[in-house]
């Protein structure tokens, strides 16, 4: 009998729990309960994952039922044993909280090992849903993984954090529980502002310690958004930034992958080494761009260094921000610069910026704006079944060649 965690302040509970199963189980230091799964893993000291939880009521009722309900929730292959007096008196609340088992604070050795063999019966019986069940073969780069898709762009201030959350909404909207978003910007990420989230936990936090080893405590330290969407927040500092390193961030992304459905990234500005990291498993490149020089000869010198570097992509999204029929240059005009076809062009929106400043995506919002219909078709080209706007998407008009003189006069081929 292995994988038990005992929560208990009583030390002759836990002399009589380890008597009967003969074996040093390991104890929650002295202390209140905590709060949830995330806090509870961090107090392990060998990083060792229980199967059986063991809560005494006596360290509080309320606090007790609260995390068996929360490890029932987020730790489905976690069994709690509840140590109580009370049982007739807790046992509804009990079994709402996902309780298997109730033992009074005076059980016998016997009584003590009933109960865990069937607590481990319980957490053994609950499988969870395999990983591919459902989903389409062909949305990953293969069968049983997330499909991967980040966003990039070689510069900032490009709309990059507003396209990536309203994909990452969209594609959890379609689909519940699907979806992690995972801000990559290491030093100004900006994903927790633009969602309205206040993360307990980031990316230094899921790259470390015991969640860095086992995915059902990683998913505990995700942030969850109103919308079922799972979020991987930034650092809080930019001097945090050291504390992500390329191998445990391909770890992550690997993990994350084998238990979501689809892995939005959003990129900070720039091919670094951590974006990099990421593009060697990224399924569909979001490539953006906003409609002015500098962004396009940007968008065309980082396609250049793709291209250089074997990552063709096959999957290949062009997206073109901040379209203005007084900008001086053409969807045309960028297809030529950048050598490929532009997929989508989105118009500048004033309901954008009032999104992004109150922290709720425009596929939220409902707002009646133009960028929004664009941007539910720019999640209908990941979705399963698709649901598009039955009327042609009207091309961005522009002045004609002046755009492109100017680009080429620039020195773009």
Wanted: hydrophobic share 40%; with cysteine.
């Amino acid at each position: 009998m292995n994988n038990i965690l005992l929560a208990t302040d009583f030390v002759d509970l836990r002399d009589r729990f380890r008597a009967a199963t003969g074996q040093p189980i390991p104890a929650l230091p002295p202390g209140p309960l905590p709060a949830g799964p995330a806090q509870l893993f961090q107090l392990l000291e060998d990083g060792a994952v229980p199967e059986v939880v063991v809560i005494d009521e006596r360290s509080g009722t309320e606090a007790a039922l609260e995390l068996a309900t929360r490890l029932n929730v987020e730790c489905p292959g976690i069994a709690v044993v509840l140590v109580s007096d009370r049982a007739a008196e807790l046992g509804l609340g009990a079994m709402r909280a996902g309780v298997s088992d109730i033992v009074p604070t005076e059980s016998d050795e016997d009584e003590i090992r009933q109960a865990l063999d069937r607590a481990l019966r319980v957490t053994r019986q609950r499988s969870p849903a395999g990983q591919g069940d459902g989903a389409d073969p062909g949305q990953g780069s293969q069968s049983g993984r997330g499909r991967v898709l980040s966003v990039v762009s070689p510069k900032g201030g490009v709309g990059k954090t507003t396209i990536a959350t309203n994909l990452a909404v969209g594609l959890a909207r379609s689909e519940p529980h699907s979806t992690v978003l995972v801000d990559l910007d290491l030093q100004f990420g900006d994903v927790a502002n633009a969602l309205n989230l206040s993360p307990e936990h980031t990316l230094v936090d899921v790259v470390q310690g015991v969640a860095a080893r086992d995915s059902m405590v990683l998913k505990t330290f995700l942030t969850q958004h109103e919308t079922g969407l799972a979020v991987v927040c930034g650092p809080h500092s930019p001097a945090e930034a050291d504390l992500v390193g390329v191998e445990e961030l391909t770890h992550l992304l690997q993990t994350l992958a084998s238990e979501f459905r689809y892995v939005v990234i959003d990129t900070a500005p720039a091919l670094t080494d951590h974006t990099l990291a990421a593009l060697d498993l990224t399924d569909d490149l979001v490539l953006l761009t906003s409609m002015d020089v500098p962004g396009v000869r940007g968008l065309r010198k980082e396609l250049d260094i793709l291209r250089d570097l074997g990552m063709a992509f096959e999957r290949r999204h062009v997206v073109v921000n901040f379209a203005d029929t007084h900008s001086g240059l053409t969807r045309s005009d960028v297809e030529a610069t950048i050598g490929t076809g532009v997929d989508l062009v989105l118009p500048r929106s004033r309901a954008a910026a009032v999104s992004m400043n109150q922290g709720v995506p425009l596929l939220l919002s409902e707002a009646r704006d133009p960028m929004t219909k664009k941007l539910r078709h720019l999640v209908d080209r990941f979705t399963p079944a698709p649901m598009r706007d039955p009327r042609p998407a009207k091309a961005t008009a522009g002045p004609g060649f002046g755009g492109r003189h100017r680009l080429r006069r620039k020195g773009a081929q």
